[in-house]
């Protein structure tokens, strides 16, 4: 028995503020964890995004601070802390941030930020924090 405590692994919990604090630059989303072939991603993004879909996926967006819209060619959402929408695949969105939002991004391993698209705002991919 006593060997049971010495023997206990120290597993850490992913804190998503903690993760954002280690950066402050915008649109360069940082893996924190992989789920099988999904990846979490933590990101600031302020202003407006590009036009863009992702032909092979569905993307989640988390909103952990702040005020999110999504805008699609036949409407709009808007998220605010603790609230999250899935964007269908193949659908045109435009995320936009009037202020700075913190994000938790829900996709599969090597989806570029723009789709199809290449722009000022594609990122480097699997770069982890
Ligand atoms: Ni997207």
Do not use: C
């Not at 023997?7 to 604090?21: M, S, T, W």
């Not at 909103?63 to 193949?90: H, Y």
Request: proline fraction near 2%.
């Amino acid at each position: 028995m006593s060997d049971t405590l010495t023997n206990q692994k120290a597993y850490r919990a992913i804190n998503f503020a903690e993760k954002l604090a280690l950066f402050d630059d915008q649109w360069q989303a940082r893996v924190v964890a992989e789920m099988n072939d999904y990846q979490f991603k933590v990101v600031r993004i302020e202003g407006d995004f590009v036009w863009h879909q992702h032909a092979d996926t569905d993307e989640t967006f988390i909103v952990l601070d702040g005020q999110l819209r999504i805008d699609m060619r036949d409407g709009f959402v808007t998220l605010s802390a603790g609230e999250m929408f899935v964007v269908p695949k193949g659908t045109e969105h435009k995320p936009f941030a009037e202020r700075e939002v913190k994000l938790l991004l829900v996709e599969p391993r090597g989806v570029r930020n723009t789709g199809e698209e290449t722009s000022e705002r594609t990122a480097v991919n699997d770069l982890w924090i």
